[in-house]
C-alpha cells in the first residue's frame, strides 16, 4: 500500500500524479487537487480547469484577473 502524501492515509488504491517535474501519491483527487492544483493570484481558489495566464500569474477566471488589474485577459469564448 502507498501512503497519501496530503492526509497520510495509506490506501491500497492510491495513484501517482506527474506534472512536469512534479510528483505525488494520493488517495483521492481531492487530495491530489489540494496538493497540486495551482491558487488563483486573486481569490485564491484552486484551479481545477485551465484558469488564464499572464505572464508567471494564474487566475481561476478573466474577472479574478480584471480585479488583479489585468484589463488585456479573457474568458474563453
Known amino acids: 500500500m502507498a501512503t497519501c502524501e496530503t492526509c497520510g492515509n495509506d490506501y ?3 495513484f ?3 506534472m512536469g517535474d512534479r510528483r ?4 483521492s483527487f481531492e487530495c491530489a487537487a489540494h ?12 484551479i481545477l480547469g ?3 495566464e499572464d505572464g508567471s500569474r494564474i487566475f481561476c477566471c478573466a474577472n479574478c484577473a ?4 489585468h484589463e488585456q485577459l ?4
Not at 66 to 69: E, H, I, L, Q, V
Open 16 to 18: 501517482t500524479v506527474v
Open 35 to 46: 496538493a497540486m492544483a495551482p491558487v488563483c493570484a486573486h481569490c485564491k481558489c484552486r
Open 24 to 27: 505525488g501519491v494520493f488517495d
Open 50 to 52: 485551465h484558469g488564464v
Open 66 to 69: 480584471r480585479m488583479a488589474g
Open 12 to 14: 491500497d488504491k492510491a
Open 74 to 77: 479573457v474568458d474563453r469564448v
